[in-house]
Nanobody, 122 residues
Framework: QVQLVESGGGLVQAGGSLTLSCAAS????????MGWYRQTPGKQRELVARSTDSGSTEYAESVKGRFTISGNNAKNTVYLQMNSLEPEDTAVYYCYVNGLYSDIIYRTYESWGQGTKGTVSY
């Protein structure tokens, strides 16, 4: 199956930036939908940004104009550029992808990353 490895979380001051990366591996697969979600204690996981292979993107209202999702198909990597960070952006960020996975025949799959924490201080 397709495995995801995230990196790039850390501690930053308000107004600063972080770039999250999510590398996919595990045979022959497509990245049809790529997304980033986040979760804080006691709350449900929420969509931050999503991108499809057709080029459409979707952002949560709270991050529009500040965050940008992008992908590098050659590296099977998804990025989330986060600028003008606010303390309210503090969360564990999860990468999500779905598409087709080739294992003799093509099957649909979806995978989640293990999560990377981003902390924004005042």
């Amino acid at each position: 199956q397709v495995q995801l490895v995230e990196s790039g979380g850390g501690l930053v001051q308000a107004g600063g930036s972080l770039t999250l990366s999510c590398a996919a591996s595990g045979g022959a697969f497509t990245l049809d939908v790529m997304g980033w979600y986040r979760q804080t204690p006691g709350k449900q996981r929420e969509l931050v940004a999503r991108s499809t292979d057709s080029g459409s993107t979707e952002y949560a209202e709270s991050v529009k104009g500040r965050f940008t999702i992008s992908g590098n198909n050659a590296k099977n990597t998804v990025y989330l550029q986060m600028n003008s960070l606010e303390p309210e952006d503090t969360a564990v960020y999860y990468c999500y992808v779905n598409g087709l996975y080739s294992d003799i025949i093509y099957r649909t799959y979806e995978s989640w990353g293990q999560g990377t924490k981003g902390t924004v201080s005042y």
